[in-house]
C-alpha cells in the first residue's frame, strides 16, 4: 500500500524557519515526481512546490519563490520542504502527493495526510 | 481569485446526478489534462479522474470526467450522502509554469 507521512509542522513565528519532512513508503520512491500542495484553514488548495524523479527539475508557486526549497533524498524515500522568512499567509495544511504516473502530469495520488504549519506571533 | 473558475455550491437529491464545472484558459484547461479530486470534511484530498475522463482504480463508473475547449466537467450520477464534500479541479499552467486549482465546489446531498 503506498502511504506518504508527513511531519515537521508546528507553531512557529514570523520570519523564522520550519522543515518539513514526508516520508514515502509501498513504492519505487525514485520512479516518481513529487509534490507539495497547502491548504490555508476553510480554503481551497494551492500547489506549492514539485520535484521531479531525480531533482533536475524544481518548480514553485510565485507565492514562495525564493523563500522555500524543494528537495529529495531518495535512498531515504523521503521529500522535504524547506521554509523560510515565514509569513502568517503561510499558514496552512501542508500536504505531500505523489505523482499518478511516471510520466509527470501534474496529477496526484495519493496525498499523504497532511501536517499543519501556523505562523503567527 | 482562483485561475480555474467553479460553482462554489451544487447540491442534488439522493439518486440524483450533479456536474460540476471547471472553467479556464487556453493557457491551462486548453492544452493540458484536467484532474478532479475529491475532499471529504477532515481528510486529504482523493485523486477521482484523471486525464480528462480516466477514472483510478477503486473509483466507481458513477463518477465520470470530460473536457470541451478550456473548461471541463465532474458528473456524479446516483448520489449518495457520502459523497458530501469539496471537489477540486486541477491543471497545469503554461503562462504561469504551475500546477493551478479551481476553488473548489461543495457538494450538498439534500
Known amino acids: 500500500e503506498v502511504q506518504l507521512v508527513e511531519s515537521g509542522g508546528g507553531l512557529v513565528q514570523p520570519g523564522r524557519s520550519l522543515r518539513l519532512s514526508c516520508a514515502a513508503s509501498?513504492?519505487?520512491?525514485?520512479?516518481?515526481?513529487m509534490h507539495w500542495v497547502r491548504q490555508a484553514p476553510g480554503k481551497g488548495l494551492e500547489w506549492v512546490s514539485g520535484?521531479?524523479?531525480?531533482?533536475?527539475?524544481?518548480g514553485y508557486a510565485d507565492s514562495v519563490k525564493g523563500r522555500f526549497i524543494i528537495s529529495r533524498d531518495n535512498a531515504k524515500n523521503s521529500l522535504y520542504l524547506q521554509m523560510n522568512s515565514l509569513r502568517p499567509e503561510d499558514t496552512a495544511f501542508y500536504y505531500c502527493a505523489k505523482e499518478s504516473q511516471r510520466l509527470v502530469s501534474f496529477q496526484f495520488d495519493p496525498w499523504g495526510q497532511g501536517t499543519l504549519v501556523t505562523v503567527s506571533s | 481569485q482562483s485561475v480555474l473558475t467553479q460553482p462554489p455550491s451544487v447540491s442534488a437529491a439522493p439518486g440524483q446526478k450533479v456536474t460540476i464545472s471547471c472553467s479556464g484558459s487556453s493557457s491551462n484547461i486548453g492544452n493540458n489534462y484536467i484532474s478532479w479530486y475529491q475532499q471529504l470534511p477532515g481528510t486529504a484530498p482523493k485523486l477521482l479522474i484523471y486525464?480528462?475522463?480516466h477514472r483510478p482504480s477503486g473509483i466507481p463508473d458513477r463518477i465520470s470526467g470530460s473536457k470541451s475547449g478550456t473548461s471541463g466537467t465532474l458528473g456524479i450520477t446516483g448520489l449518495q450522502t457520502g459523497d458530501e464534500a469539496d471537489y477540486y479541479c486541477a491543471t497545469w499552467d503554461n503562462r504561469l509554469s504551475a500546477v493551478v486549482f479551481g476553488g473548489g465546489t461543495k457538494l450538498t446531498v439534500l
Open positions: 520535484i521531479s524523479l531525480n531533482s533536475g527539475i524544481i
Open positions: 509501498g513504492f519505487t520512491f525514485d520512479d516518481y515526481a
Open positions: 486525464e480528462n475522463n
